[in-house]
Nanobody, 130 residues
Framework: QVQLEESGGGLVQPEGSLRLSCAPS????????MGWFRQAPGKEREFVAT????????YYDESVKGRFTISGDSAKNTVYLQMNSLRPEDTAVYYC???????????????????????WGQGTQVTVSS
């Protein structure tokens, strides 16, 4: 597995925006898909958004659809998450994830389960508060 590194988190007021970035830390590798998950205090880590490089398909959790946009550069295995109209309930540690060779499960159009990713970042804190 390869370590990923997130950046761009911080404190923002409700209805504000933030852009998260994620890139490999160290050696390069190839991914089939990349995604974002988040974990609020006392809660399980949950899926937020994903992009599959070969098809360009993106998929979002209903709670962020229309507010968040995932994009990236497959050649650099870099992924971004543009977050608009942020709400207090979006407060969480946001984790970047990559699905590379050897990951569990068969090829699909998109991947929303934690076990479908075999590369993870350490997370970046996003706090939405006035």
């Amino acid at each position: 597995q390869v370590q990923l590194e997130e950046s761009g988190g911080g404190l923002v007021q409700p209805e504000g925006s933030l852009r998260l970035s994620c890139a490999p830390s160290g050696r390069t590798f190839s991914t089939y898909a990349m995604g974002w998950f988040r974990q609020a205090p006392g809660k399980e880590r949950e899926f937020v958004a994903t992009i599959t490089w070969s098809s360009g398909i993106t998929y979002y959790d209903e709670s962020v659809k229309g507010r968040f946009t995932i994009s990236g550069d497959s050649a650099k295995n870099t992924v971004y998450l543009q977050m608009n109209s942020l709400r207090p309930e979006d407060t969480a540690v946001y984790y970047c994830a990559g699905r590379s060779s050897g990951a569990y499960g068969s090829p699909k159009n998109y991947y929303t389960k934690k076990y479908e990713y075999n590369n993870w970042g350490q997370g970046t804190q996003v706090t939405v508060s006035s």
